[in-house]
T-cell receptor, first 116, second 110 residues
Framework: DTGVSQNPRHKITKRGQNVTFRCDPISEHNRLYWYRQTLGQGPEFLTYFQNEAQLEKSRLLSDRFSAERPKGSFSTLEIQRTEQGDSAMYLC??????????????FGPGTRLTVL | GQNIDQPTEMTATEGAIVQINCTYQTSGFNGLFWYQQHAGEAPTFLSYNVLDGLEEKGRFSSFLSRSKGYSYLLLKELQMKDSASYLCAVAHTGGFKTIFGAGTRLFVKA
């Protein structure tokens, strides 16, 4: 169990560019979550997968944001036509739906996005 | 709608006890989490309460009252390393969509 990993850890981009982030959850976890966090705030829910199915997506997410989890393992989050307001830490978390502590979400280290 | 309220900041002394309160208003409640987050790091799990009552885990305890929409995190024998943000979060039924509060920044002083 190597924990949740995210790549890249940091991304600096110019406004209008597209960016893609990757999350590799803990291998036996079937639930995967994406959050966005800005300074002084708690994580803001973006979307949630159970296996490969995207079951919930925040209404706060504009059409510029899309997430996939094609084989029920790793996930990608893409932001198109980035805006300065997209600058934030993007956190991925995973959890299991069985076993002891099945609701605990394990967070990755995050990808810090800076849009210039 | 959904709303989670917790104090913005608290200060306590090393060795003391501190209680961080959280009130919530939400639909489809499926449990309440507490997470700890040190500056620049990812949140780490502390507790999950789904039934009313107190759950104790070492120096940390968490309490839930579903009828009152209220929870607290109790930290005993405070240590300097407990200086961090403490996040209250509510899980929703049906998909475990989790809504976080803004967090309470705890400062532990010597």
């Amino acid at each position: 169990d190597t924990g949740v990993s995210q790549n890249p850890r940091h991304k600096i981009t110019k406004r209008g560019q597209n960016v893609t982030f990757r999350c590799d959850p803990i291998s036996e976890h079937n639930r995967l979550y994406w959050y966005r966090q800005t300074l002084g705030q708690g994580p803001e829910f973006l979307t949630y997968f159970q296996n490969e199915a995207q079951l919930e997506k925040s209404r706060l997410l504009s059409d510029r944001f899309s997430a996939e989890r094609p084989k029920g393992s790793f996930s990608t989050l893409e932001i198109q036509r980035t805006e300065q307001g997209d600058s934030a830490m993007y956190l991925c978390a995973s959890s299991s739906n069985t076993g002891v502590g099945y609701n605990e979400q394990f967070f990755g280290p995050g990808t810090r996005l800076t849009v210039l | 709608g959904q709303n989670i309220d917790q104090p913005t900041e608290m200060t306590a002394t090393e060795g003391a006890i501190v209680q961080i309160n959280c009130t919530y208003q939400t639909s489809g409640f499926n449990g309440l989490f507490w997470y700890q987050q040190h500056a620049g790091e990812a949140p780490t799990f502390l507790s999950y309460n789904v039934l009313d009552g107190l759950e104790e885990k070492g120096r940390f305890s968490s309490f839930l009252s579903r009828s009152k929409g209220y929870s607290y995190l109790l930290l005993k024998e405070l240590q300097m390393k407990d200086s961090a943000s403490y996040l209250c979060a509510v899980a929703h039924t049906g998909g475990f969509k989790t809504i976080f509060g803004a967090g309470t920044r705890l400062f532990v002083k010597a």
